[in-house]
C-alpha cells in the first residue's frame, strides 16, 4: 500500500502567518491527492482534490500543489477557524491511504 | 442537501460482530454518480480508509480487515451498512461514512456523517 508521509507533525503559527504542510507519497500518486481539514469533534471536511484543486466553498487563501510524490497544502495567512488537523489521502491505488495529520496549532 | 447519519451499537463485545448503518437522507443511495466509504479514526488518531461501495454492489476493502469486513448497500433503505465480524479492542473508532463522486469533481469524499463511536469492550 501507498504510505503517506506528513510533516510537520504540528505547525506552531500565528494567526496572519503562512502555513506550509508537506505530504510525501512512498510511490506516485499522480495527481490523486486529496486534502481534509478535520477540527475536534467535527468529521473531516474537503478542502482540495486533485491535488490542487479547491472544492465548492473553500477559501482562496487554502491552495495545493505538487504531483508525483510530493505535495503541498498551502494557508495563505492564518484565520483563527484554520488551527485544525490537516490529512492528505491519496485515491491513485488501493488501498486508498491517508497521511498521519498535521496538527497546526495557535503559538 | 445530501446528509449521512450514521447508527448502531455503541459498545460491542470482543469477537463479536460490529453492524452499523448510514442513513441517506436528501438524495439517494442508488446514483450511479456516487461511491459510498466507511473510514474510522481512534481516539486522538488518524483517519484509516475500511472500505467503499457503489450501488451496484462492487466493493473494495482495505487489506487490513478484508476478512472479516463487508460493506453494502440497501437501495429500498436508502442506507449504507458495514459489518466487521470479530472485532477486538483494536476496533475501537469514531467510524464515519462518506460520500465521493465517481466520475465528477470533486474527486474527493465531499459529504460525511457526523460519525459514531464504538467501543469493544467486555
Known amino acids: 500500500e501507498i504510505v503517506l508521509t506528513q510533516s510537520p507533525a504540528t505547525l506552531s503559527l500565528s494567526p496572519g502567518e503562512r502555513a506550509t504542510l508537506s505530504c510525501r507519497a512512498s510511490?506516485?500518486?499522480?495527481?490523486?491527492l486529496v486534502w481534509y481539514q478535520q477540527k475536534p469533534g467535527q468529521a473531516p471536511r474537503l478542502l482540495i482534490y486533485d491535488a490542487s484543486n479547491r472544492a465548492t466553498g473553500i477559501p482562496a487563501r487554502f491552495s495545493g500543489s505538487g504531483s508525483g510524490t510530493d505535495f503541498t497544502l498551502t494557508i495563505g495567512s492564518l484565520e483563527p477557524e484554520d488551527f485544525a488537523v490537516y490529512y492528505c489521502?491519496?485515491?491513485?491505488?488501493?488501498?486508498?491511504?491517508f497521511g498521519q495529520g498535521t496538527k497546526v496549532e495557535i503559538k | 442537501q445530501v446528509q449521512l447519519q450514521e447508527s448502531g451499537p455503541g459498545l460491542v463485545k470482543p469477537s463479536q460482530t460490529l453492524s452499523l448503518t448510514c442513513n441517506v437522507s436528501g438524495g439517494s443511495i442508488s446514483s450511479g454518480s456516487h461511491y459510498w466509504t466507511w473510514i474510522r479514526q481512534p481516539a486522538g488518531k488518524g483517519l484509516e480508509w475500511i472500505g467503499q461501495t457503489f450501488a451496484s454492489g462492487s466493493t473494495n476493502y482495505n487489506p487490513s480487515v478484508e476478512s472479516r469486513v463487508t460493506i453494502s448497500v440497501d437501495t429500498s433503505k436508502n442506507q449504507l451498512s458495514l459489518k466487521l465480524s470479530s472485532v477486538t479492542a483494536a476496533d475501537s473508532a469514531v467510524y464515519y461514512c462518506a460520500r465521493g463522486w465517481i466520475h465528477l469533481p470533486p474527486y474527493g469524499l465531499d459529504i460525511w456523517g457526523q460519525g459514531t463511536t464504538v467501543t469493544v469492550s467486555s
Open positions: 510511490q506516485t500518486v499522480y495527481s490523486g
Open positions: 489521502q491519496q485515491r491513485s491505488n488501493w488501498p486508498r491511504t
